[in-house]
């Protein structure tokens, strides 16, 4: 069983999407590859307590690595890739290519980027921490602002903190 709420977040409002209470989905409005509305299941905040905690944490400079289960749809590559994603530290960025690399499969940067795009638990899951090869911001399903404020965040935290 689906179960969704919408919270606020300098990043605008985020739609948060569970089943059968366990994370699944963070989308953002105008989020490119958003699910449509009805699927993210009956309005409900009860399973989304840590969720949102962990976030306005991560927005207020406290949180560098959010420790919430998930439950992660996707192919193994795309998964793969997420897991990937979720290694690259809190406050620094990956290339496409260097991902690839770090999956073995050093000429798949667009294959890498395409499952990147389809991350279904953005934020979470710091697809906003990959940038292309020269270092350019590039793609962000949240949109490129979007994408500028969250490396920004993570570059302002103070490290003392951590």
């Known amino acids: 069983m689906k179960q969704h709420t919408v919270t606020d977040s300098p990043c605008g409002p985020l739609t948060l999407v569970a089943e059968d ?5 963070l989308y953002m409005s105008d989020q490119r590859h958003r699910p449509p509305e009805e699927s ?3 309005p409900d905040d009860a399973p989304f ?3 949102k905690r962990q976030l306005a944490a991560y927005f207020a ?3 560098r690595e959010f420790t919430l289960e998930l439950r992660l749809r996707g192919t193994a590559f795309q998964r ?3 897991e990937r994603l979720r290694a690259i530290p809190y406050g620094e960025t990956r290339t496409y290519g260097q991902l690839a690399a770090d999956l ?3 000429t798949a940067s667009r294959a ?4 990147n795009g389809r991350n279904p638990v953005g934020i979470v899951i710091p697809c ?3 940038v292309g090869a020269n270092g350019a911001l590039t793609g962000y399903g949240g949109g490129l602002p979007r994408k500028r404020h969250l490396l920004a965040l993570e570059q302002a935290a103070p490290q003392a903190l951590f």
Do not use: D, I, Q, Y
Request: glycine letters at 22%; hydrophobic letters at 50%; a negative charge.
């Open 21 to 25: 209470g366990v994370l699944c989905g």
């Open 40 to 42: 993210f299941g009956t």
């Open 49 to 51: 307590a840590e969720a």
């Open 61 to 63: 400079g406290e949180l």
């Open 80 to 82: 793969s890739v997420w």
């Open 104 to 106: 073995g499969a050093p």
């Open 112 to 115: 890498v980027g395409l499952a």
């Open 128 to 130: 906003h921490r990959v």
